[in-house]
């Protein structure tokens, strides 16, 4: 054995124990492998996604390594209620956002939802090839600081949901949240739920107690992903938009708690078992 094989070895053991024993550098390794990983199988079958540009169907591969990854870091999803969903016709789906391994929760979904185009802002756009590869499976880009043009961007998707079965995904609290309780909505989403004239889905996350950026703490996890029942916006206007939004508020909010202190009872179990 070489000296630089040697440098390399001892390294390589140095490394292992500072991830094994510092939950702040097993915090970052975890990260730093998900976005890897998750980069080079959303980049990778570009060329492919160019014969179909804005296919949803692009990110059925990325999807599958997404779940792949996921649970090599140990954060693993139970998908409940899919007899709730129904491929038939197009609608607006929303889910709470907690943090960046949402790509996880949207990666269960994607195969399942229907034909999902997600909403994100148009910073993603930028990042390349990730970006590249984003549009390609149809993301829709949006400018947050210009609400005008976002809007009418997202209206122009209302006549997919109608013309093309499409599923649009919404994260309504519009930036992540920790705690107990979800972040007010924004109205966006709502707006073209009620302009599609079609249906909402509700879709509930667990909180993620296996995670806390602010510990710097990236555990293994159990999580519920839970596809609540339809709730149809027809012969809806504007003006119920105040109503429904809290309606859809209180019924993801009490999801939440609920499905949160069953994934912390099953994480408890497993420490302990």
């Not at 109205?187 to 510990?215: C, M, R, T, W």
């Not at 555990?219 to 206007?237: D, W």
Request: aromatic share 12%.
């Amino acid at each position: 054995m070489t000296a630089i094989d040697s440098e390399l070895l001892g390294l390589a053991f140095m490394a292992f124990f500072i991830i094994t024993f510092s939950s702040t550098a097993r915090y970052y390794f975890k990260f730093v492998c998900f976005f890897v990983l998750s980069m080079v199988c959303a980049v990778g079958p570009i060329p492919f996604m160019l014969l179909r540009p804005r296919d949803h169907r692009n990110a059925l591969f990325p999807a599958f390594c997404c779940r792949k990854f996921g649970k090599m870091l140990g954060a693993t999803f139970e998908v409940r209620g899919i007899e709730n969903i129904d491929q038939k016709h197009g609608g607006v789906v929303l889910m709470n956002h907690q943090s960046a391994l949402d790509l996880i929760v949207l990666a269960y979904l994607w195969p399942i939802i229907g034909r999902a185009t997600v909403v994100a802002k148009r910073e993603v756009l930028y990042l390349f090839p990730f970006g590249t590869a984003s549009w390609l499976w149809g993301t829709l880009f949006i400018d947050r600081k210009n609400q005008k043009e976002a809007k009418t961007t997202i209206n122009k998707e209302t006549k997919a949901i109608n013309e093309k079965q499409a599923k649009i995904l919404f994260f309504p609290e519009g930036t992540r949240g920790h705690g107990d309780s979800l972040l007010p909505f924004k109205k966006g989403s709502f707006h073209v739920a009620i302009e599609s004239q079609g249906f909402i889905q509700p879709v509930v996350i667990s909180k993620y107690h296996f995670l806390n950026s602010k510990a710097k703490v990236f555990n293994r996890g159990q999580n519920i992903i839970k596809i609540l029942p339809e709730i149809s916006c027809a012969g809806l206007t504007k003006e119920d938009i105040p109503a429904l939004m809290d309606r859809v508020y209180k019924l993801m909010q009490a999801e939440y708690e609920t499905l949160s202190d069953e994934s912390l009872a099953i994480n408890n179990l497993s420490k302990s078992l």
